[in-house]
């Protein structure tokens, strides 16, 4: 809608997760490092976690290419909320098994690890990303703990990420899943952005959307755009596409401090941060009536 009016070539803050505009926080850059150098070096089980919105998702996007590109084989669970035969079922598709769906749980065990085994001898590395970890039963993270003990005498056949929200931590403190939790040899957590990563990540996606210079938010918009998202990556997107929306509706050229403003009062999910704000909007707005309400008299 906007594109056009402020020389982009396309949307900036999409919430889609698209790994063209992965912006090398160096904390998301640090999570991404882990990864690749502990799947390097054949660890078994691996975990990130990170608030709603934090940017896990597209962590596991852009470690999915990587590895893709390094000829790994790789199969990505988006919504792990399955049971253990639905969680067998999606590996298998995901390794091009074909099995019906009625044959018992070891017979489909045998099945994936004949794939595993024929990917091992082709010098294969294999990877099962789950996202949205938090939210596996407890049979499958039982389930999920039976399929890494798949091996052969010098190297696992399966490695395992899970990502997640805090409360996979959580989960993981049960002691009926004490055995899954002690095969977790690498973890990091995400944190949201801070002031100077919010501004770099605001003019990184602009930059890459086609936008010259790094004028199209005011510097007063980005202190009110940090302040509103609290740092974290996907209130940026929604409240910089409705702050950008409101200055396109006014023909502006820029972004100020004002269509950030109205944008982070229409926000839901700035709620909690968005009463601070009123009252300080208050405050001011009391400071200046003296002034005005004497003028008149």
């Avoid at 805090?166 to 095969?183: A, G, K």
């Avoid at 210079?213 to 596409?241: K, M, V, Y």
């Amino acid at each position: 809608m906007y594109e056009r009016h402020f020389g982009l070539n396309a949307s900036p803050f999409s919430l889609t997760p698209d790994t063209d505009y992965y912006f090398s926080y160096s904390d998301h850059q640090e999570a991404l490092n882990v990864l690749l150098v502990a799947l390097r070096m054949g660890e078994g089980f691996l975990k990130i976690t990170g608030e709603v919105g934090t940017g896990k998702t597209l962590i596991c996007r852009k470690l999915l290419n990587t590895l893709a590109d390094e000829g790994m084989v790789t199969a990505y669970i988006p919504n792990p909320y399955l049971t253990p035969s639905a969680l067998r079922h999606s590996l298998a598709e995901e390794l091009g098994v074909d099995y019906p769906l009625n044959i018992g749980g070891h017979r489909a065990l045998q099945r994936i690890y004949g794939r595993l085994m024929a990917l091992k001898a082709e010098g294969r590395q294999v990877v099962l990303l789950l996202d949205e970890a938090q939210a596996l039963p407890e049979e499958t993270l039982e389930a999920i703990r039976l399929l890494t003990n798949l091996e052969t005498e010098k190297s696992k056949l399966l490695q395992v990420v899970l990502f997640g929200q805090p409360e996979l931590d959580r989960h993981l403190e049960r002691p009926s899943v004490r055995q899954l939790r002690q095969r977790i040899t690498f973890s990091h957590a995400i944190h949201p952005l801070n002031r100077e990563g919010c501004r770099g990540y605001v003019r990184h996606r602009t930059r890459i959307a086609g936008h010259n210079g790094d004028t199209l938010f005011s510097d007063q918009a980005l202190e009110w755009l940090c302040r509103g998202s609290r740092g974290i990556p996907r209130l940026i997107n929604i409240l910089a596409h409705k702050s950008l929306l409101a200055a396109y509706g006014e023909g502006r050229p820029q972004v100020d401090k004002g269509h950030v403003r109205r944008a982070i009062a229409d926000t839901e999910g700035v709620s909690r941060q968005r009463n601070g704000l009123m009252r300080l909007w208050q405050s001011l707005f009391n400071r200046q009536t003296p002034v005005v309400v004497r003028g008149r008299g």
